[in-house]
């Protein structure tokens, strides 16, 4: 655990965590950083107090001592959220000291009851504030749904420091530089990855949310932004929520000028039509990624398809139906509400076909409103013919996506 002083009277505590499914179902390559906020005034105040996922808190109470803060002197824990990745400590940290106060907003005190059968807990509206001494005030402003119903920002007056949960966080574990203005620029590009993977994991399934919470945000004094995970934003916090706009235009249809090409093939027929297509991307100058469904994880598939203005479905029928794991990725897509992305298909079938109508199954069925060109079909292996409408319907899917580029 790191140890950071962010602002006067301010510290972070922060973890990187790693090998864990988060949420237990995403599998993050590269870790993610767990931070916790100390605001000292005359009281003191934890603003999502982390610990690691092997559950000791004994960790964070180390490290408290370690910045001169002894644990039973914490008057306060702010609950931003009540995701037990920001909360568990809270039924061992009683035996340390009993009369705290737990702040919270009324959706976060129901659970924090029923998880962890807490009630000293004080419930918070917008606005409300809490004077710590020292001048340092604190006010809460809830953004309910951003990921969980229960979620609020806190505001420290004094140094203009925004505490804002999940809120423009992002996956990826911390080497020395926590700061925004510290990152390198291989850094600054990790954590732009890192933090679509996160949004497109995490968050997309709120983007309506996800955009009055950057509203909220722009309507408050903001010199630091300090969320629960990732970097911590002091030089430029409108970068962040410039980035956030950007992803939530992203859920909706837009993305970089890439393609992400999400396939799957029985016995490489298909596969065969997805080597002609990426010659076209290859000599069109697009950037693709491919993502082969079974194998690739969930969390890269989702970012990868976030992020890129056109998606290529290519997928065989199998069983009369669409091939089972590309019909289960675009189903998890469908989930995330991930809408309005030019899109082309195409697929070899065997004994009939019938791909193409779950395909559409899954887009109604979920309100995915994908811009899909139409369909490429043919019987075993493509043949020259074949691949002609396969370089037709990728030139297609070229130009449809110049509308939705957004850097
Ligand atoms: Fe940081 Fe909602 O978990």
Not at 191 to 213: H, L, P, Q
Not at 235 to 250: E, L, Q, T, V
Request: aromatic share 10%; hydrophobic share 40%; proline share 4%.
């Amino acid at each position: 655990m790191k140890k950071i002083q962010i602002a006067d009277g301010i510290h972070m505590l922060t973890m990187n965590v790693e090998d864990i499914l988060f949420e237990g179902i995403w599998e993050i390559a590269n870790g993610v950083t767990l931070n916790s906020y100390i605001v000292q005034g005359e009281k003191t105040a934890i603003i999502d107090g982390v610990i690691g996922w092997d559950g000791v808190p004994e960790t964070l109470y180390k490290n408290m001592e370690e910045i001169g803060v002894a644990p039973g002197s914490i008057d306060y824990l702010i609950v931003n959220h009540m995701e037990p990745d920001h909360s568990g400590w809270i039924s061992n940290f009683r035996k340390i000291r009993d009369d705290f106060t737990i702040i919270c907003t009324d959706k976060a005190a129901k659970m924090v009851s029923s998880f962890y059968g807490e009630d000293k807990i004080r419930v918070v509206k917008e606005g409300d504030t809490l004077d710590l001494g020292k001048g340092k005030v604190l006010s809460f402003h809830p953004v309910p749904n951003v990921h969980w119903p229960d979620t609020m920002y806190t505001h420290e007056k004094d140094t203009k420091t925004l505490f804002s949960c999940d809120m423009f966080g992002s996956f990826g574990r911390m080497g020395e530089h926590c700061f925004d203005d510290e990152l390198t620029p291989e850094e600054k590009d990790f954590f732009e990855f890192e933090g679509i993977r996160y949004y497109s994991n995490v968050m997309a399934t709120f983007t309506s949310s996800v955009k009055k919470a950057i509203e909220k945000a722009k309507s408050l004094e903001i010199k630091t932004i300090a969320p629960g995970h990732g970097p911590v934003y002091r030089r430029n916090p409108g970068k962040i929520m410039d980035d956030y706009s950007r992803f939530a235009r992203y859920a909706e249809g837009a993305g970089k000028n890439e393609v992400a090409i999400l396939w799957g093939s029985m016995y490489g027929m298909t596969a065969k039509a997805v080597e002609y297509a990426e010659g076209i991307l290859q000599r069109e100058g697009i950037k693709y990624n491919k993502l082969e469904m079974p194998l690739e994880s969930e969390s890269e598939m989702v970012a990868a398809v976030l992020k890129s203005a056109g998606v290529i479905i290519a997928a065989p029928t199998y069983e009369y139906k669409l091939f089972p794991p590309v019909a289960a990725a675009l189903n998890e897509l469908g989930r995330k509400r991930i809408t309005g992305k030019a899109a082309f298909r195409f697929g070899s079938y065997g004994w009939s076909g019938g791909a193409e109508k779950e395909l559409y199954e899954i887009m109604e069925r979920n309100k995915m409103n994908w811009d899909l060109i139409e369909s490429v079909e043919f019987e075993g292996a493509p043949g020259a013919e074949d691949l002609k409408k396969v370089e037709a319907g990728v030139l297609e899917l070229i130009k449809k996506m110049r509308e939705r580029v957004v850097l």
